[in-house]
Nanobody, 123 residues
Framework: QVQLVESGGGLVQAGASLRLSCAAS????????MGWFRQPPGKEREFVAT????????YYADFVKGRFIISRDNARNTVYLQMNSLKPEDTATYYC????????????????WGQGTQVTVSS
């Protein structure tokens, strides 16, 4: 099983940018589709973005299109989430996840999860 560790969260003002990183270990990183999810306070975990094994295909939730960019560096075993124009409603714990299946937005399709990193956006 792959192990995932997120980093890069923090407290920022609305309009700012953050880049989250997720470092993977334990298995061949390029074997996995990678995804980012988030869980706002008091709400369920929701899909944010996903990227294919090669990085050639990406898919986003509608509420982040044009603001967030997912990318990966298979040589560094790392997936990133560049978050721009942050809004207070982006406040959440952000999780990366790994899947051995095809690109997808369902939590059930992901086999391994990180511990999460907190992002707080003030207004």
């Amino acid at each position: 099983q792959v192990q995932l560790v997120e980093s890069g969260g923090g407290l920022v003002q609305a309009g700012a940018s953050l880049r989250l990183s997720c470092a993977a270990s334990g298995r061949t990183f390029s074997d996995y589709v990678m995804g980012w999810f988030r869980q706002p306070p008091g709400k369920e975990r929701e899909f944010v973005a996903t990227i294919s094994r090669s990085g050639g295909s990406t898919y986003y939730a509608d509420f982040v299109k044009g603001r967030f960019i997912i990318s990966r560096d298979n040589a560094r075993n790392t997936v990133y989430l560049q978050m721009n124009s942050l809004k207070p409603e982006d406040t959440a714990t952000y999780y990366c996840a790994a899947s051995r299946r095809t690109l997808g937005s369902s939590l059930l399709g992901y086999d391994a999860w990180g511990q999460g990193t907190q992002v707080t956006v003030s207004s």
